[in-house]
């Protein structure tokens, strides 16, 4: 009876004791099963690029209007026929080429009768100066009286001051008759034909014959916040004009680098923007009067600048950050101080050093600690990187499957037993 007793008082804990070992075991063993996959899984194939330091321009962009350096509407000086026309319309022409000429029969008949009347005045006024020659001998022997003579020194004055008259006709006539001449007053490109030969034009039209545009060199006028005027301002005080660069509108292409030539005198105060003016040598003609374009005008240059890709650039809640990739190839987040960002470049301020390798491309898969094998940096390559992404990030969902069939065999186990 004792002894019945006493079994079934040891039994029990004996039980508990074998359980407690059996359920530490299985919960080793899966935790083990469970950490397998995470230690082997595939490595995240993204882009990398070293951090690097270049001297990297201070640039300020903005969208410009190309305009003609000079522009001039050819307008008549006086009236008449427009006899003849000696351009061709997109021509080239030089500063002082002829390009029409007015009906100038009459002015010519004009300034020949001017002509004709300085001569007459001038005999009179020869004659009246012998006369006067001949009063002042006389009166020098007292054989004429001075009232003569005075009267005979009004004459001559009087004749002198017609010849003066007829000399300032003929100059005013011989102009008018120059004015039948049209010549080009600058160099540049002549548009369209305004008016066609045979009219009568007017000094009063106000279409003109024709537009001349200054084109080589040619302008393109800005504009930028009126928050940047003491920037451009102070880099403007330099020994040297400052850099414009005129791109496409795409921004991809070069257009042509002049430089800057106005800083207006104030901002605009309906848009708050200022008003600015490049001057460009334009010999191949790619700057066109009314075209749209990109413009970057360059106030210096940080020497010596950490940049990455601007591809690297990420944001998040907590601010401005990069992926960074270990010895060990592994991602780690990086926070980041950004400075300028222009095109394809990013100047760190803080955050990097030069020879860091950062992630350019893949980002979206990565968490901090993910392993990474790096693609190649070709486009091409780029672009199949993150093409093969997607199948291995389907595939990473199905691997926690390995811990739960390693838990099933070893319950099944447990249980045979």
């Known amino acids: 009876m004792k002894t019945t007793l006493n079994t079934k008082r040891i039994v029990p804990p004996l039980a508990a004791a074998v359980l407690i070992v059996a359920g530490a075991a299985w919960h080793s063993h899966f935790n083990a099963q469970a950490a397998a996959p995470a230690a082997n899984a595939p490595a995240i194939p993204v882009v990398t690029a070293a951090v690097a330091r270049q001297d990297v321009p201070v640039l300020l962009s903005g969208v410009g209007t190309v305009t003609a350096y000079a522009s001039v509407t050819v307008k008549t000086r006086i ?61 020098a022997d007292d054989a004429t009286t ?30 008018q008759l120059d004015y ?15 008016v066609d030969a045979g009219n009568i034009v007017h000094t009063t039209d106000t279409t003109g014959l024709l537009i001349i545009n200054q084109i080589d060199p040619v302008a393109v006028t800005f504009t930028l916040p009126g928050e940047d005027v003491q920037r451009i301002g102070a880099a403007a005080n330099g020994s040297k004009p400052l850099s414009v660069v005129a791109l496409t509108r795409d921004g991809k292409t070069r257009l042509a680098q002049g430089e800057l030539v106005l800083l207006n005198n104030q901002v605009d105060t309906t848009s708050g923007t200022v008003q600015l003016k490049g001057k460009f040598v334009n010999t191949d003609h790619k700057l066109w009067p009314g075209q749209y374009v990109n413009v970057q005008l360059q106030l210096g240059t940080l020497s010596q600048a950490l940049t990455v890709p601007s591809a ?12 960074t ?15 300028q960002v222009q095109g394809d470049t990013a ?8 020879g860091q390798r950062v992630v350019v491309d893949g980002q979206y898969k990565l968490k901090p600690g993910a ?44 249980e045979g037993a």
């Open 312 to 323: 690297a650039i990420q944001r998040g809640q907590s601010g401005t950050f990069v992926y």
């Open 79 to 139: 009236d008449g026929q427009l006899d003849k026309l000696h351009f061709v319309e997109g021509q080239d022409v030089k500063a002082g080429q002829l390009l029409a000429e007015i009906d100038g029969r009459a002015l010519r008949a004009q300034l020949a009768q001017i002509q004709a009347t300085r001569a007459k005045d001038a005999a009179l006024l020869a004659n009246a100066r012998a006369d006067l020659k001949r009063y002042t001998n006389l009166h």
């Open 180 to 194: 039948t001449r049209i010549t080009a007053p600058l160099s540049g490109r002549i548009g369209a034909r305004l």
């Open 371 to 414: 392993r990474v094998a790096e693609a190649s940096a070709k486009p091409a390559g780029a672009s199949g990187a993150s093409g093969s992404a997607a199948p291995a990030g389907a595939a990473s969902p199905a691997s926690p499957a390995a811990p739960s069939s390693a838990a099933a065999a070893a319950t099944a186990k447990r």
């Open 325 to 339: 990739v270990d010895a060990n190839n592994a991602a780690a987040m990086q926070p980041v101080r950004l400075g």
């Open 146 to 175: 001075q009232q003569t003579l005075d009267t005979q020194q009004a004459l001559v004055a009087q004749y002198a001051a017609t010849v003066q008259s007829d000399d300032a006709q003929i100059q005013y006539a011989q102009v």
């Open 347 to 354: 100047v760190i301020e803080q955050g990097l050093q030069a």
